[in-house]
């Protein structure tokens, strides 16, 4: 029996699914949802109605957050039309722990790339942090994303943010020449979850983990692969668990280029 803890949805998402009990299909590998027209079956509980079929039905579902970090509030909108239009905990977690660990981590002036950003929240937190940021996810959450970004930096004196396309795994090298772009943090958080793309993912992770980079991986632990991807991430590259946050089950890996 799978619990509501092990679901892969954020929790806003879950509630706004439990609200309108869709009939619709999850496509975990492009993390969109389709409409079927399947009967609900009443006996069976939400949650587990709600992982075999699910999605928005007609129009998208926008709702506004708000946040303070660095002493800035963030108003993040977002959309129940796709997971990277809503704040995941992972989220979260990066950005308390980025506020809180300014010295160990000073992005000021520091080249960021966050790959599967979302909403932007942690992108934002970054820019507010001093640092050159791209932000970059699938082309369908681009329009999402760059609005948050900007509406969030609107005057504000710091170095202006890049909102690109990157999808794991593809075209890195044509797109993202190592000869001309150099990462010293990588930002990640909540990229695995219910979805197949997780050896491009490592695949993006070790294009962009060169030597001097640090990737940082903010991520909810529910499912076996998850383990098995941190199994993963650890024979490659150097890393230790920074911060663990029981309330959400999300631990914060620290990966860096193994030493010889
Ligand atoms: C669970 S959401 C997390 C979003 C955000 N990082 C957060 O923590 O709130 C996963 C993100 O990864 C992105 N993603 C999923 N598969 C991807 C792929 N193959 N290439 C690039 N981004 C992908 C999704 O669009 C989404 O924004």
New binding site residues.
């Given amino acids: 029996m799978i619990s509501a803890q092990q679901l892969p949805f954020p929790n806003k998402i879950q509630r706004v699914m439990e609200e309108e009990a869709c009939e619709e299909q999850y496509d975990s590998e492009n993390?969109t949802c389709s409409s079927t027209s399947t009967e609900s079956n009443s006996d069976s509980p939400v949650i587990l109605k709600i992982l075999q079929n699910w999605v928005p039905r007609v129009s998208p579902y926008f709702d506004k957050e708000h946040y303070t970090y660095v002493g800035r509030q963030i108003v993040i909108q977002e959309s129940i039309e796709?997971?990277?239009a809503?704040?995941?905990p992972?989220?979260l977690a990066l950005s308390q722990y980025l506020e809180s660990n300014q010295e160990r981590f000073n992005l000021k002036d520091k080249q960021v790339l966050e790959?599967?950003?979302?909403?932007g929240?942690?992108s934002i937190v970054a820019c507010i942090l001093g640092a050159y940021v791209t932000a970059t996810?699938?082309p369908e959450?681009l329009e999402n994303l760059s609005f948050n970004i900007s509406s969030n930096i609107q005057n504000m004196n710091i170095h202006k943010p890049e909102v690109r396309k990157?999808?794991?795994g593809e075209s890195l090298s044509e797109d993202f020449p190592s000869s001309a772009y150099h990462y010293d943090f990588l930002l990640a958080?909540?990229?695995v979850?219910h979805?197949t793309?997780l050896d491009?993912?490592l695949e993006t992770m070790v294009y962009f983990c060169q030597p001097g980079t640090v990737l940082l991986w903010a991520n909810k632990f529910r499912f076996s692969t998850d383990y098995e991807f941190l199994e993963k991430l650890s024979s490659i590259f150097d890393t230790t668990i920074l911060a663990e946050f029981p309330e959400s089950n999300v631990k914060l890996i620290k990966a860096t280029v193994r030493e010889n």
């Fill in positions: 993390c796709h997971f990277g809503v704040v995941w992972g989220a790959i599967g950003a979302g909403t929240l942690v996810d699938l959450v990157l999808v794991w958080s909540d990229v979850y979805h793309a491009p993912l």
